[in-house]
T-cell receptor
Framework: SQQGEEDPQALSIQEGENATMNCSYK?????LQWYRQNSGRGLVHLIL?????REKHSGRLRVTLDTSKKSSSLLITASRAADTASYFC?????????FGAGTILRVKS | DAGVIQSPRHEVTEMGQEVTLRCKPI?????LFWYRQTMMRGLELLIY????????DSGMPEDRFSAKMPNASFSTLKIQPSEPRDSAVYFC?????????????FGPGTRLTVL
């Protein structure tokens, strides 16, 4: 079973709307990361949040971490068509970085 | 600065043939990772190296898979003999720190098709 799992599996919104994706994990972590993957490309690191942090911002991205619930959320504000991609959370599990199955985000213009 | 470089970008081969995938990590990065991505299994870590030394190869599916890192700027992933179920996108990633759980920088991937 995967350490991190994203929800929803797919999300379709209009340009300008906000998009929220969630990630749940099973065991204690040191950090949690979010990555983006455009179709046919490699993953791109978006943000890393450590276990002692509750919220982090980067441009239009806002990530929260709730270690008591073992969950994280990624909020993309004022979405653009270029945000269309798959988004993955990744957590440290043992000595590895384990990726979830991803959320497919489609932003319609 | 150049990112992680992988070659070839696409590879089509026949079952039983040897396949070699290549990776050049970002200069100065101390860790290198090989991943495989499929629709069914998602992104799986195959093996990772710290300072050119293999640390964890528990994700390598079978003895048909082998990986080497002869120096800090080059790594190969070899499949011999290849099988249709090896068809996937193979990613190489590198990290500046000598650890497996910090920010990783991914290459563009090699799409492998085994007929």
């Amino acid at each position: 079973s995967q350490q991190g799992e994203e929800d929803p599996q797919a999300l379709s919104i209009q340009e300008g709307e906000n998009a929220t994706m969630n990630c749940s994990y099973k065991t204690s972590i040191n950090n949690l990361q979010w990555y983006r993957q455009n179709s046919g490309r490699g993953l791109v690191h978006l943000i890393l949040i450590r276990s002692n942090e509750r919220e982090k911002h980067s441009g239009r991205l806002r990530v929260t971490l709730d270690t008591s619930k073992k969950s994280s959320s990624l909020l993309i504000t004022a979405s653009r068509a270029a945000d269309t991609a798959s988004y993955f959370c990744a957590t440290d599990y043992g000595n590895k970085l384990v990726f979830g199955a991803g959320t497919i985000l489609r932003v319609k213009s | 600065d150049a990112g992680v470089i992988q070659s070839p970008r696409h590879e089509v081969t026949e079952m039983g043939q040897e396949v070699t995938l290549r990776c050049k990590p970002i200069s100065g990065h101390n860790s290198l990772f090989w991943y495989r991505q499929t629709m069914m299994r998602g992104l799986e870590l195959l093996i990772y190296f710290n300072n050119n030394v293999p640390i964890d190869d528990s994700g390598m599916p079978e003895d048909r898979f082998s990986a080497k890192m002869p120096n800090a700027s080059f790594s190969t992933l070899k499949i011999q003999p290849s099988e249709p179920r090896d068809s996937a996108v193979y990613f190489c990633a590198s990290s500046i720190l000598s650890g497996s759980t910090d920010t990783q920088y991914f290459g563009p991937g090699t799409r492998l098709t085994v007929l």
